[in-house]
Structure formats: C-alpha cells, structure tokens
C-alpha cells in the first residue's frame, strides 16, 4: 500500500508525502538511502551522485556529510545539478537532506523516516518520505510539478529494489 499526497502548491512552492510500505528491513532501506555515492547507479534519472565532504561524525548514530547530485531526465532539457547537506540519523532511521547549491531550485528540503514493520516482521518496513521544494522559475516549477509524482514513485521503487538486491548478495 502506498499513498501519495501533493500537500500544496503555492507560486512556485510545493510539498509532496509519500508513505509506503516496503518489503525489506528497516536497518536495509535506511542503509540504501544514506548511500549516496551509488545512487546513480540504480537511481532514475540520476546522472551523477558523490560524496564530497564529511562534515561532521560526532557518535556512531549521527553523522553528517555534503554530496553532489545531477539529475535529469530524458527527452527534456531539464538537467539539474545541486549540492546537499545530508544529516543520516542511524538509531531513528531518518535521513534529512537539504539542498544548499542549485540550479533549479531555491529551495529543497526531503526527509526520510523509516520504521519496522507492524507485526515484528523485520522483512517490511514502512518509508515516510516528505519533500519541500521552491523552484528558481515559473518554467522549472510547471516541469517540475508535472512529473514529480511519478518520479518520486519510481525513486521509492528504486530504493526498495536496491536494498532487497544488497540485501541478497
């Protein structure tokens, strides 16, 4: 089960929540999505993805660090490249990301928490992802929010598949 929500759009101000039930653990998908430096390796439309500075690693649990991410998507001339802060949260499972250099966006800001299944299952998990953006242009804004739907579907569906394949080898 899944669910989708545009939370709102304002001129050039959005929010977007996906929640989601995923067939893998908890400790899995959190592992998948604190690895930057591979996601252009499974991630759609991810043409570049690395991380370019530890900033800070003060326990075993609460680390922070900087990567830079291009992104792009075929058939457009939408290609947009950006620096992040990343701050991964290992004991809760969240992971904030906040862009701090863009191209396209003057603002963006995503969240994940991640939890355990119900049940006690620890094969499922569930994936609350939450994105704020505020796109540098009207022209970036209406691309942006024609596609950003289907595109954050297939990036959970990518994150899912990754950490089940990471999990089998």
């Known amino acids: 089960m899944s669910q989708l929500r545009h939370l709102s759009t304002a001129a050039a101000a959005a929010q977007y929540t996906v929640c989601k039930s995923v067939n893998v653990s908890a400790s899995q998908l959190f592992k998948t999505v604190a690895d930057v430096d591979d996601y252009d390796k499974f991630l759609p439309f ?11 690693s003060s326990n075993s649990t609460k680390f922070a660090f900087e990567a830079e991410l291009t992104i792009g998507f075929p058939n457009t001339p939408f290609l947009t490249q950006y620096r992040s802060h990343v701050e991964l949260d290992k004991a809760q499972k969240r992971c904030t990301i906040e862009a701090i250099e863009s191209t396209a966006f003057d603002n963006l800001r995503s969240t994940w928490n991640i939890s355990e299944g119900k049940g006690g299952n620890k094969n499922v998990c569930t994936v609350n992802f939450h994105v704020e953006y505020q796109s540098s242009s009207a022209i970036v804004d209406q691309f942006v929010n024609n596609v950003f ?11 899912e598949r990754r950490a089940q394949k990471t999990t089998e080898t």
């Open 149 to 159: 739907e289907e595109v954050a579907k297939r990036q959970i569906e990518a994150f």
């Open 46 to 56: 991810c043409h570049h993805s690395k991380v370019t500075r530890i900033v800070e």
